[in-house]
Nanobody, 115 residues
Framework: VQLVESGGGLVQPGGSLRLSCVGSGFTFSRYDISWYRQAPGSDRELVAF??????????NYADSVKGRATISRDDAKNTVYLQMNMLKPEDTGVYYCYAPTLLFWGQGTQVTVSS
């Protein structure tokens, strides 16, 4: 089982990023996927969730990113995306992909929002 995140980087406040999480070693389409983030000195927190079931899967968001984040999946590519807009400095952290049923984490991708 593997989850590989990409798409992080340095972005100015108000900017956008799209994070990707590619899964392998399991039947990706059958599993719910979440995005978490961890800021320095803070606990890891849930950012967004998407259920299995293809493009019609249900989604959920942390209050802190509602209206600014969109989670989606393309099961043909074994990929879940997290589109983040209107980024704020408090969005800075390491973003992790997580398969809750498998209890498996990716290695994370760093997002830094700074001018």
């Amino acid at each position: 089982v593997q989850l590989v995140e990409s798409g992080g980087g340095l972005v100015q406040p108000g900017g956008s990023l799209r994070l990707s999480c590619v899964g392998s070693g399991f039947t990706f389409s059958r599993y719910d996927i979440s995005w978490y983030r961890q800021a320095p000195g803070s606990d890891r927190e849930l950012v967004a969730f998407i259920s299995s079931g293809g493009v019609g899967g249900s989604t959920n968001y942390a209050d802190s990113v509602k209206g600014r984040a969109t989670i989606s999946r393309d099961d043909a590519k074994n990929t879940v995306y997290l589109q983040m807009n209107m980024l704020k400095p408090e969005d800075t952290g390491v973003y992790y992909c997580y398969a809750p049923t498998l209890l498996f984490w990716g290695q994370g991708t760093q997002v830094t929002v700074s001018s």
